[in-house]
């Protein structure tokens, strides 16, 4: 039995019928082709995952790849709910809290590259619209934090604003993980 899932809501669906399902003989592959957001891919793994394990051992050939946006995602969201409000507050304060928000950018910059380039590999292509805009976040935050540590404050205060714009804007894009007549 095949199932395909263009939503986080099919999805929750497909969890809420694990029981019935469970009981079924049939081969059942779930085809993963689209969530409305980066920022849902989370919840979404978190629910498909055990369907993948015993009993009902579903098939999902691209919950690698929802792996991967979910790491991202949470990366994402590290930033958006932890980092910026830290460097909206203590913009100008070279202290404690400022400095450490600076090193964790500068690692989720190197993490975003990273799973940037592990997307495209997982879905075999050069580029995508999640792993471009992941990156274009991955550069910003670097040239941030090499900015700032050059002395140039005012780079952050400027940039500080079109990074959190951004960093809503890769949440907010929807994800293909693959075409549904593939």
């Avoid at 986080?8 to 669906?13: C, K, T």
């Avoid at 497909?14 to 409305?36: P, Y």
């Amino acid at each position: 039995m095949l199932y395909e899932i263009h939503s986080h809501a099919q999805i929750q669906a497909l969890q809420a019928r694990s029981d019935e399902l469970g009981h079924s003989n049939e081969d059942m592959v779930v085809n993963l082709v689209s969530l409305e957001s980066v920022r849902i891919a989370r919840e979404s793994y978190s629910l498909l995952w055990p369907l993948t394990k015993e009993p009902m051992s579903l098939a999902c050939p691209e919950l690698d790849s929802l792996l991967v946006v979910a790491t991202l995602s949470l990366e994402i969201q590290k930033l958006e709910h932890d980092v910026l409000p830290k460097l909206m507050v203590q913009e100008s304060k070279l202290e404690r809290g400022f400095l450490e928000a600076l090193l964790v950018m500068q690692n989720s910059a190197i993490k975003l590259l990273h799973l940037a380039k592990c997307y495209k590999e997982a879905k075999g292509v050069l580029q995508d619209l999640v792993s471009g805009r992941a990156e274009d976040v991955s550069r910003m935050l670097n040239d941030i934090v090499v900015n700032v540590l050059r002395g140039n404050i005012f780079w952050l205060q400027v940039r500080l604003p079109v990074l959190a714009r951004l960093v809503t804007i890769v949440l907010e894009t929807p994800v293909r993980f693959c075409d549904s007549d593939e």
